[in-house]
């Protein structure tokens, strides 16, 4: 069994921040990526950052410059730092993981409960 544990969301006003972790835990083997998505009321799910092993980070246009996305692998946690925070960023943040239990599996995604993120204007 894998588990993601996030935790750093809450309510900041229009300008401030806020940092995301997510730690992983359980049979792991190896871990090809962690990220961020999130979801606004009534909306889809989306990519805010992603970043693989050893491989270039992406992030939502909406994101860049903000956002900054980081890792510690001796940890098997992954951090979102928020800067700049903007109302339409109000949202329930979820992690992702893709990650593989033994050598011989399949890569899976596994994801966290989410936690909210509220922006005031």
């Known amino acids: 069994q894998v588990q993601l544990v996030e935790s750093g969301g809450g309510l900041v006003q229009a300008g401030g921040s806020l940092r995301l972790s997510c730690a992983a835990s359980?049979?792991?083997?190896?871990?090809?990526?962690m990220g961020w998505y999130r979801q606004a009321p009534g909306m889809k799910r989306e990519l805010v950052a992603v970043?693989?092993?050893?491989?270039?980070?992406n992030y939502a246009d909406s994101a860049k410059g903000r956002f900054t996305i980081s890792r510690d692998n001796a940890k098997n946690t992954v951090y979102l730092q928020m800067n700049s925070l903007k109302p339409e960023d109000t949202a329930v943040y979820y992690c992702?993981?893709?990650?593989?239990?033994?050598?011989?599996?399949?890569?899976?995604?596994?994801w966290g409960q989410g936690t909210q993120v509220t922006v005031s204007s």
């Open positions: 992702y993981a893709l990650l593989k239990l033994n050598a011989w599996s399949d890569l899976f995604d596994d």
């Open positions: 359980g049979s792991i083997f190896s871990i090809a990526a």
């Open positions: 970043i693989p092993s050893g491989g270039t980070t």
